[in-house]
């Protein structure tokens, strides 16, 4: 390509990557379109059940996830970067929304649902503001095994409030544990006719899931426990139905709440738009990595959170990532986000013609739908995986699943976020050290745990932290190097450390190597610092570090600094000297080797330097035995 080209094609794939559906959209050939539709199809025939469920598990009328459903799949089509995932009502969104909404307003008012819409809307524009600023690693945060647990302990709720609707019972209220002294207590209650729809809903929806795993199943039952019901007339006779549901689609309007309500709404809205992120993110990149393509974190989240403001903003509810329709999706043959654009036509479509049909859809089918979705969530497996594997992540797990049963879900959310952050702060604060050695015929230091060991320096103690120091981990990793040489079985003259890995030193951290000198001049062993990145440097500068540890006993590379030490003792005993000798014959005979493959002048004179300053330790040695 010409020269002149350059600037347009980087101002296209700037502008691409703010708008990805430019990099798919103009090279989509109608001879896709088959495989399209058929993906369109199988997500509008599992997000129409699932949808509506999860609607009113949120505690809003089913028509809400016509309202959401098309404006989401639209904008995440657009703006996310994702060629196969799907965004829809899920599960656990939907629980977060309505234990968010429940504390302000009851459940189904006029009130409810204005809020549930702003509720969208603030974490579509959190979700937004994440990703203009880049925070898109913030996942990497979220501990999986928290999660695991998390989304367990989601499951479980969930499934607790569907029950009562599969035995024709009053839902009770509270946490897990009283709702769950409320089902038991209330059995005798059970309604017969909404028990035998319920379970025969659950019967089929397991068998169409075994036997023909390709056919929707809850599209199936949903349409069969309707006309069932109609044909029956089983709603006159006890059983719950969803009743009229209006058809069209909902204008953009600004849901009608106070600034007052948005403050009270905020914890919610930060909780949504962390789990929308956090449950989409993994199965982005694994559908990236099938397809050969790469995912944008920051971009995800605008996209997320653009596909939440537009279903706030037509009246609709919060929506996420659904694993199963993407995964469905992809089966389909889906390669660009257009089966989204046809699903959100065909929802429409729907929307507008055909939502009369479901009038005498009961309850217990909607629930059936729900409760076996939330099994899937229940990945006891992976519990059983951490707890063969690593106690510590199992019993977090299990903290963030027993908070959720007991304190309901946001607080839960809450917990489990405190978790992941605690867990990250307690690893990042133990002490990780390697002890060097040199590898026997080279001139690298390394763990001297490796095999074959690595030779050690008599008197001399060389550490590598291996992990930056930073305010968290510096007091923890100036007691790990003290305790080290008071109990080093023999005499310590002086510690090297190596802070390849330490980045950009924080204050704290430089305050801790000073008072890690002091410690160490009381026990008249000498401190020195080698392979000091640029920035850490600057730190010690400015802090008065590098004065008070003194420049010349701050080394460019470990060996320098293992040289200059062995340049200053005198005082080896003869069993010491011949190992020492041994270790400076190969390093001499390696940094002549290295001398003329050595292109830069500087690093010619460096290791001149050096070769000759190993040569008069090795004359100095020979001249003391």
Same mark, same amino acid.
């Given at each position: 390509?010409?020269?002149?080209?350059?600037?347009?094609?980087?101002?296209?794939?700037?502008?691409?990557?703010?708008?990805?559906?430019?990099?798919?959209?103009?090279?989509?050939?109608?001879?896709? /379109?088959?495989?399209?539709?058929?993906?369109?199809?199988?997500?509008?025939?599992?997000?129409?059940?699932?949808?509506?469920?999860?609607?009113?598990?949120?505690?809003?009328?089913?028509?809400?996830?016509?309202?959401?459903?098309?404006?989401?799949?639209?904008?995440?089509?657009?703006?996310?970067?994702?060629?196969?995932?799907? #965004?829809?009502?899920?599960?656990?969104?939907?629980?977060?929304?309505?234990?968010?909404?429940?504390?302000?307003?009851?459940?189904?008012?006029?009130?409810?649902?204005?809020?549930?819409?702003?509720?969208?809307?603030?974490?579509?524009?959190?979700?937004?503001? +994440?990703?203009?600023?880049?925070?898109?690693? %913030?996942?990497?945060?979220?501990?999986?095994?928290?999660?695991?647990?998390? =989304?367990?302990?989601?499951?479980?709720?969930?499934? %607790?409030?569907?029950?009562?609707? /599969?035995?024709?019972?009053?839902?009770?209220?509270?946490?897990?544990?009283?709702?769950?002294?409320?089902?038991?207590?209330?059995?005798?209650?059970?309604?017969?006719?909404?028990?035998?729809?319920?379970?025969?809903?659950? +019967?089929?929806?397991?068998?169409?899931?075994?036997?023909?795993?390709?056919?929707?199943?809850?599209? =199936?039952?949903? $349409?069969?426990?309707?006309? =069932?019901?109609?044909?029956?007339?089983?709603?006159?006779?006890?059983?719950?139905?969803?009743?009229?549901?209006?058809?069209?689609?909902?204008?953009?309007?600004?849901?009608?709440?106070? *600034?007052?309500?948005?403050? @009270?709404?905020?914890?919610?809205?930060?909780?949504?738009?962390?789990?929308?992120?956090?449950?989409?993110?993994?199965?982005?990149? #694994?559908?990236?990595? @099938?397809?050969?393509?790469?995912?944008?974190?920051?971009?995800?989240?605008?996209?997320?959170?653009?596909?939440?403001?537009?279903?706030? &903003?037509?009246?609709?509810?919060?929506?996420?990532?659904?694993?199963?329709?993407?995964?469905?999706?992809?089966?389909?043959?889906?390669?660009?986000?257009?089966?989204?654009?046809?699903?959100?036509?065909?929802?429409? &479509?729907?929307?507008? *013609?055909?939502?009369? *049909?479901?009038?005498?859809?009961?309850?217990?089918?909607?629930?059936?739908?729900?409760?076996?979705?939330?099994?899937?969530?229940?990945? $006891?497996?992976?519990?059983?995986?951490?707890? @063969?594997?690593? !106690?510590?992540?199992?019993?977090?797990?299990?903290?963030?699943?027993?908070?959720?049963?007991?304190?309901?879900?946001?607080?839960?959310?809450?917990?489990?976020?405190?978790?992941? $952050?605690?867990?990250?702060?307690? !690893?990042?604060?133990?002490?990780?050290?390697?002890?060097?050695?040199?590898?026997?015929?080279?001139?690298?230091?390394?763990?001297?745990?490796?095999?074959?060991?690595?030779?050690?320096?008599?008197?001399?103690?060389?550490?590598?932290?291996?992990?930056?120091?930073?305010?968290?981990?510096?007091?923890?990793?100036?007691?790990?190097?003290?305790?080290?040489?008071?109990?080093?079985?023999?005499?310590?003259?002086?510690?090297?450390?190596?802070?390849?890995?330490?980045?950009?030193?924080?204050?704290?951290?430089?305050?801790?190597?000073?008072?890690?000198?002091?410690?160490?001049?009381?026990?008249?062993?000498?401190?020195?610092?080698?392979?000091?990145?640029?920035?850490?440097?600057?730190?010690?500068?400015?802090?008065?570090?590098?004065?008070?540890?003194?420049?010349?006993?701050?080394?460019?590379?470990?060996?320098?600094?293992?040289?200059?030490?062995?340049?200053?003792?005198?005082?080896?005993?003869?069993?010491?000297?011949?190992?020492?000798?041994?270790? *400076?014959?190969?390093?001499?005979?390696?940094?002549?080797?290295? %001398?003329?493959?050595?292109?830069?002048?500087?690093?010619?004179?460096?290791?001149?330097?050096?070769?000759?300053?190993?040569?008069?330790?090795?004359?100095?040695?020979?001249?003391?035995?």
């Amino acid at each position: 390509m010409p020269e002149s080209h350059h600037p347009h094609s980087a101002a296209a794939h700037s502008v691409a990557r703010f708008l990805p559906f430019l990099s798919w959209l103009p090279k989509w050939r109608p001879s896709s /379109l088959k495989r399209d539709v058929a993906a369109a199809l199988t997500i509008t025939a599992l997000q129409i059940p699932e949808a509506m469920a999860y609607a009113e598990l949120a505690g809003v009328p089913p028509q809400a996830a016509f309202y959401a459903g098309p404006v989401a799949l639209v904008l995440y089509a657009l703006l996310g970067t994702s060629r196969q995932l799907v #965004v829809a009502i899920s599960a656990t969104v939907a629980v977060l929304s309505a234990s968010t909404v429940a504390a302000l307003a009851p459940s189904g008012t006029p009130r409810f649902i204005a809020l549930t819409a702003a509720l969208a809307m603030l974490a579509g524009l959190i979700s937004i503001l +994440a990703g203009v600023l880049k925070l898109g690693r %913030i996942a990497q945060f979220f501990s999986e095994s928290v999660l695991t647990g998390f =989304v367990f302990g989601l499951a479980l709720v969930i499934a %607790i409030k569907q029950v009562p609707k /599969l035995l024709g019972l009053e839902a009770g209220s509270g946490n897990f544990f009283e709702r769950l002294w409320n089902l038991v207590t209330h059995l005798g209650q059970t309604h017969p006719l909404t028990l035998v729809v319920g379970v025969a809903s659950l +019967a089929v929806l397991v068998l169409l899931g075994k036997l023909l795993p390709r056919l929707p199943a809850s599209l =199936v039952v949903l $349409v069969l426990g309707t006309v =069932v019901v109609g044909v029956l007339g089983l709603q006159g006779r006890g059983v719950k139905v969803v009743g009229d549901i209006p058809s069209g689609l909902s204008g953009p309007s600004i849901p009608d709440v106070g *600034l007052g309500d948005l403050l @009270k709404l905020m914890p919610g809205a930060f909780g949504i738009a962390l789990v929308a992120f956090a449950e989409a993110i993994g199965p982005a990149r #694994v559908l990236a990595s @099938k397809h050969r393509y790469e995912i944008d974190p920051n971009q995800e989240l605008i996209g997320l959170g653009a596909a939440n403001l537009g279903a706030g &903003l037509f009246r609709g509810l919060s929506v996420g990532c659904s694993l199963s329709k993407s995964a469905a999706n992809d089966a389909a043959g889906a390669r660009t986000q257009m089966s989204s654009l046809l699903a959100a036509a065909i929802l429409a &479509l729907v929307a507008l *013609l055909f939502t009369p *049909l479901f009038r005498t859809l009961p309850e217990a089918t909607l629930a059936a739908i729900v409760v076996l979705a939330t099994v899937g969530m229940m990945d $006891v497996k992976e519990m059983r995986r951490l707890f @063969k594997l690593r !106690r510590t992540d199992f019993f977090l797990a299990a903290g963030a699943l027993l908070s959720v049963l007991v304190l309901e879900v946001l607080p839960g959310l809450l917990v489990s976020v405190g978790l992941s $952050v605690a867990l990250l702060v307690w !690893r990042a604060s133990q002490p990780r050290v390697s002890e060097l050695g040199r590898a026997p015929g080279t001139l690298d230091f390394a763990d001297v745990r490796r095999d074959p060991a690595p030779l050690t320096v008599p008197g001399l103690l060389m550490i590598r932290p291996n992990e930056g120091i930073f305010f968290a981990n510096a007091t923890s990793l100036r007691d790990a190097i003290i305790g080290r040489v008071d109990s080093a079985t023999s005499p310590v003259h002086a510690v090297l450390l190596d802070l390849e890995v330490t980045a950009d030193l924080d204050v704290p951290g430089a305050d801790m190597l000073a008072a890690l000198k002091e410690s160490l001049e009381h026990r008249e062993i000498t401190l020195m610092l080698s392979r000091v990145l640029g920035p850490t440097q600057r730190m010690l500068d400015r802090t008065g570090v590098t004065e008070h540890i003194g420049a010349k006993n701050i080394h460019p590379q470990t060996l320098n600094g293992v040289v200059e030490y062995l340049s200053h003792r005198t005082h080896h005993a003869k069993a010491e000297w011949s190992l020492v000798r041994d270790g *400076l014959h190969r390093l001499n005979a390696l940094v002549e080797e290295a %001398i003329p493959a050595a292109e830069e002048d500087g690093d010619r004179r460096r290791l001149e330097a050096l070769r000759q300053k190993l040569a008069r330790i090795d004359d100095g040695s020979s001249s003391r035995e």
